[in-house]
């Protein structure tokens, strides 16, 4: 009787509820993007998609108001009236405020203001996180101007489960920061969800937000451009309609110092037509024996401009200019002789390596460029289908000195002065004895090295109904283009002791490797390939309910290798690969919880030959690795609440195994698996927290005898862990003054691990972080502390790279 009368009773309410949909736009019929529409009196809201469009639903019936807000517009209220049983239309057209650039005091006190809840990029089509079955995570400008960030790679701190393993070298080409995802390297060669490296460290003067895609993602984004474990997406700042911007200075430890500037400016009556330029100039002295170990020095320009002469058509011109000189930070390898064993230790924090000494001199500096040149159009064809029309051009380019270092044992050495002496075959009873006997000093300059990638993007989106079916779709066409012309030089200068007292660590500096080159030229390393990848994609999620919705995508990719140098004279070749990929969520309450799945996929080209058991030569075919991954996501307590919770599991096929010294098969397999989780959450007025945790197992399986059941020793340590809570003081006399606290974790990370060589673990490390803001509507004062305790630690790709010590960083602001 009780479950009869419950029964009756959400009957009946559910007979009382009805719903709101519509489209938020600017006052030039632009869609409002981001914008939250908050139901007066209640918890319940909900925020625009990339087409401005919004949905409300389980209303009570009645009239109710709704107001519409965003950063740099005027709120807008509208009373409605849900009738029961059905959805009912009210749209917004709002005007710009005053306070666009001073968005994060005007945020302030907003709930969960650290959170992004939708993304036109990440699935190529308008979608809140909640409907889309792939998990990525955003780190917002909001919270970068909390931290006093000024670089992507110091952003993706805020990312769960992603680690940096190298620094950017700013090399020609292959330069920029190296990442682990989900067990696989990873770096951020998107812009705006197109082609757009960059080799140095990557200003972030220009960036609204960056977005991190998780897991294999060659359907929409194709293989050259990311990995097995995701991407990275920089999504840029946009002119917008009315004059204002900033200016900043800051400074701080080993030296730093930096101006920055963003300007935007209307230029014709109308507002159709903007101007946007963001710009800064950095200097950095390395933390390693200031003044000796070199510095960081460079110029970011970022101009846009934006042209929408009416509400269908907008266009938008883009350029990122980059341009550092830079002494290479100390990377220290290990010969590929070398084992552990040898060394007498298997951990950096035992090397005998001063930690702040800097084992090189002046002069070993490289100038570095990168160009990048963007053109979209995108025309609205009707209310349910858009055109977006993407060109692409980005150009890396340096030149000049690359210092590195090798750890080497005594054994290692002695191996060596054998060598010299003709005896390559160590003799009976050859004394390996342990310690460290040399550090290796090497250098490996590029010389007019540059890479040159080109794309062209054609979009169709439409968003449509099929009968009672709601579907969104994208059609794709895309030509990408590599062209490489790198040229590596160099080879080892000299070897010296470590932990001499007053040796003169200086001379390992330019003017000595300009005379070792003279007396003796260097050989040179060629790449000199060029890569024409030809695609066509198309995706489409399907609404079979209000709550169940299914996503089906298919890419066909056509690689074409046209041969040339690389390293050694190759022959081209051409690939076809074919990748799918699967979605689905569930609602069980809707706007608030979703259940997904998802099956992604992404492939590696290979152009190369082997021999088989059977003494046959067979061709290479495309490695493919296919993810399962399954999870939850909640956006709860009326939008503070945002988590995402997952646990997937990626299968790496068709890898090429050593069966003997002559033969090999394609038949190996690597597995990473694992959980991830990312919090962003506002629990009481002006608090945030932002939190994440991931777990990744990884192995090598049937693969060569010296890796098999071992993790590999580029994907990272296991476990990773990072927290950023933060309040600001939201009314009274001290509003707008804030504080923020959090840091990193990372455990145990192998970087040798085989049976040959042994293994080598950079120590488990946790980083903290500080920082403290004033920021009102004319200007922002801030400081920052990193590396809080003053932790020494490492990260690597294989190396050891000692990272920086405590610093501390102060910054003013202002606004007009």
């Known amino acids: 009787m009780v479950s009869l009368f419950a029964f009756a009773s959400s009957s009946a309410n559910a007979q ?54 965003l950063v740099g517009y005027a709120s807008q209220s509208r009373r409605v009236q849900v009738v029961a049983g059905e959805t009912v239309t009210q749209d917004f ?121 998780k897991g294999p993602s060659a359907t929409l984004y194709g293989s050259s451009l990311t990995s097995y474990g995701g991407l990275l997406n920089r999504v840029t700042k946009k002119p917008f309609e009315k004059f204002g911007g900033e200016v900043a200075v800051s400074g701080g430890s080993y030296g730093f110092h930096r101006v920055s500037a963003d300007v935007n400016t209307p230029l014709n009556a109308a507002k159709t037509l903007a101007f946007r330029l963001n710009t800064a100039y950095n200097y950095e002295d390395n933390f390693q024996n200031v003044g000796y170990a070199g510095f960081v020095k460079s110029l970011a320009i970022a101009p846009s401009l934006q042209f929408s002469p009416n509400e269908r058509l907008t266009i938008n011109l883009d350029a990122e200019i980059y341009r550092g000189t830079n002494v290479g930070k100390q990377l220290i390898y290990f010969d590929y002789r070398e084992k552990t064993s040898y060394l007498g230790f298997s951990r950096a924090n035992e090397a005998p390596l001063d930690y702040r000494q800097s084992y090189q001199g002046p002069g070993l500096t490289q100038d570095s460029r990168s160009t990048n040149l963007f053109a979209q159009v995108r025309y609205r064809i009707s209310p349910s289908f858009t055109s977006t029309t993407y060109l692409t051009s980005s150009r890396s380019y340096s030149q000049g000195k690359g210092p590195y270092f090798y750890l080497v044992s005594n054994t290692v050495v002695a191996l060596d002065s054998l060598a010299a002496l003709g005896v390559y075959t160590p003799p009976t009873g050859f004394a390996r004895r342990a310690g460290v006997g040399a550090l290796f000093r090497a250098d490996q300059s590029t010389q007019n090295s540059h890479s040159q990638t080109y794309e062209v993007q054609q979009l169709f989106n439409g968003d449509f109904q099929l009968g009672s079916l709601r579907n969104r779709v994208v059609f794709g066409l895309d030509f990408l283009r590599i062209d490489s012309g790198l040229d590596f030089l160099g080879g080892r200068i000299d070897a010296i002791p470590v932990n001499v007292p007053d040796y003169d660590y200086r001379t390992f500096n330019g003017q000595t490797v300009n005379a070792t080159y003279t007396a003796s030229p260097p050989p040179h390393y060629l790449v000199t390939t060029k890569v024409n990848t030809y695609s066509a994609f198309a995706s489409d999620v399907l ?173 990272s340590a296991p476990y990773l862990a990072n927290a950023w809570v933060s309040y600001r003081q939201p009314e009274g006399v001290l509003k707008g003054l804030g504080a923020g606290f959090g840091g990193n974790y990372a455990s145990d990370n192998k970087i040798l691990n085989s049976a040959s060589q042994g293994v080598f673990t950079l120590p488990a490390y946790t980083v903290f972080n500080a920082s403290i803001f004033y920021d009102q509507p004319k200007y922002r004062i801030s400081a920052k502390v990193d590396n809080l305790t003053d932790q020494k630690y490492w990260i690597g790709y294989t190396t050891m790279n000692a990272q920086k010590l405590r610093s501390i960083v102060g910054s003013v602001a202002y606004k007009f």
């Open 543 to 715: 609404n079979l309910t209000d709550q169940l919705s299914v996503l089906a995508a298919v890419r066909v990719d056509r690689y074409d290798n046209t041969g040339g140098v690389y390293y050694s004279a190759v022959d081209g070749y051409n690939q076809t690969a074919v990748s799918p990929k699967f979605g689905l969520v569930y609602q069980p309450v809707k706007d608030r919880v979703s259940l997904f799945a998802n099956h992604q996929n992404s492939f590696r080209n290979q152009n190369t030959s082997y021999i088989n058991a059977e003494g046959q030569t067979r061709n290479t075919i495309p490695e493919h690795a296919n993810q399962l991954e399954g999870g939850v996501k909640l956006d709860a307590a009326g939008g503070r609440l945002s988590l995402t919770a997952s646990y997937y599991d990626i299968r790496v096929k068709n890898l090429l195994r050593i069966l003997t010294p002559t033969t090999q098969a394609q038949d190996g397999n690597q597995v990473s698996r694992g959980v991830e989780l990312n919090l962003v959450a506002s629990p009481v007025r002006s608090l945030n927290v932002v939190g994440g945790f991931a777990y990744n197992y990884s192995e090598f399986v049937d693969t060569n005898t010296d890796l098999n059941s071992r993790r590999p020793n580029t994907a």
């Open 93 to 213: 057209a709002v005007e710009e405020s005053n306070a666009e650039l001073n968005e994060v005091t005007v945020m302030g006190d907003r709930a969960n203001r650290f959170a992004r809840k939708s993304s036109e990029y990440v699935n190529k089509m308008p979608l809140s996180n909640l409907e889309n079955p792939q998990v990525y995570a955003t780190v917002g400008k909001e919270l970068l101007t909390e931290q006093l960030v000024f670089s992507v790679e110091d952003a993706t701190r805020n990312v769960p489960g992603l680690q940096k393993m190298w620094d950017a070298t700013g090399r020609g080409g292959d330069g920029g920061a190296f990442y682990a995802s989900r067990g696989f390297v990873v770096s951020s060669q998107l812009r705006n969800g197109v082609a757009g490296n960059v080799t140095s460290d990557i200003d972030a003067v220009n960036l609204e937000k960056l977005e991190v895609i």
């Open 16 to 69: 009382n509820l009805g719903s709101v949909q519509g489209r938020a736009t600017q006052a030039n019929g632009q869609p409002l993007i981001g914008a939250a529409v908050l139901v007066t009196g209640t918890t319940v809201g909900a925020t625009t998609d990339a087409s401005g469009n919004y949905r409300l639903a389980d209303l009570s019936a009645g009239a109710h108001t709704l107001t519409v807000r």
